[in-house]
């Protein structure tokens, strides 16, 4: 049984390029979480997504990023025009169902470098 | 919204006791624990639900405290694997979901 799983793992960037994080939630998750966490600093929620409705984007900063969960294929994360303040590691994370009795289970990240 | 948690940091002598401490100024509905070893991802270790619930397995533990909007997670004859960053999950009764400000451990020889 796989468990989360993102692509790429690493991700080089030049500013004003654009990055594309995917992520995969495990078989049988409809729940998908996505977190940025900054260099020694703690795990910033971004978007929470069912499939093909983002639930809440509070974290999501207005410009330049976006999610997505469609129907079929993976949660993408897309920021556009990176700047180099977006080099973070992200997280995703899915889960059964939305409820506090559910674990949320994390991929292994993707880290972005903007240089 | 961010839960806080206490200590920032902690470093202990292998066997030695610690707690960690989150606070939430939202009403809560459960809280997750999880460790996160540097430059990996974070790892589950238990949920707590209801008010006073306390769970634990081998020696971590935690307790839930619901109307003082806290929990705290036992870690009791620390060991080397024991390491790592510790951030409780805290979902309020508005169904979001917020990590804590981190608590870095350092278990030593």
């Known amino acids: 049984n796989a468990g989360v799983m993102q692509n790429p793992r690493h991700l080089v960037r030049r500013r004003g390029q654009e990055a594309r994080l995917r992520c995969s939630p495990m078989k049988g998750h409809s729940h998908v979480y996505w977190y940025r966490q900054l260099p020694e600093e703690g795990l910033k929620f971004m978007v929470y997504l069912q499939k093909e409705n983002i639930i809440d984007e509070s974290g999501m900063p207005k410009e330049r990023f976006s999610a997505e969960f469609p129907k079929e294929g993976p949660s993408i994360l897309r920021i556009q025009q990176v700047v180099r303040g977006d080099s973070a590691a992200y997280f995703c994370?899915?889960?059964?169902?939305?409820?506090?009795?559910?674990?949320?289970?994390f991929g292994p990240g993707t880290r972005l470098t903007v240089l | 919204q961010q839960p806080v948690q206490s200590p920032q940091a902690v470093i202990l002598r292998e066997g030695e006791d610690a707690v960690i401490n989150c606070s939430s100024s939202?009403?809560?509905?459960?809280v997750h624990w999880y460790r996160q070893k540097h430059g990996e991802a974070p790892v589950f270790l238990m949920i707590?639900?209801?008010?006073?619930e306390q769970k634990g397995h081998d020696k971590i533990s935690a307790s839930f405290n619901e109307k003082k909007q806290q929990s705290s997670l036992y870690l009791t004859a620390s060991q080397l694997s024991y390491s790592g960053t510790y951030f409780c999950g805290t979902e309020n009764t508005g169904n979001q979901f917020y990590f804590g400000t981190g608590t870095s451990l350092t278990v030593i020889p």
């Open positions: 707590l639900l209801k008010g006073g």
């Open positions: 994370a899915s889960s059964p169902t939305h409820s506090g009795t559910d674990t949320q289970y």
């Open positions: 939202k009403a809560l509905y459960s």
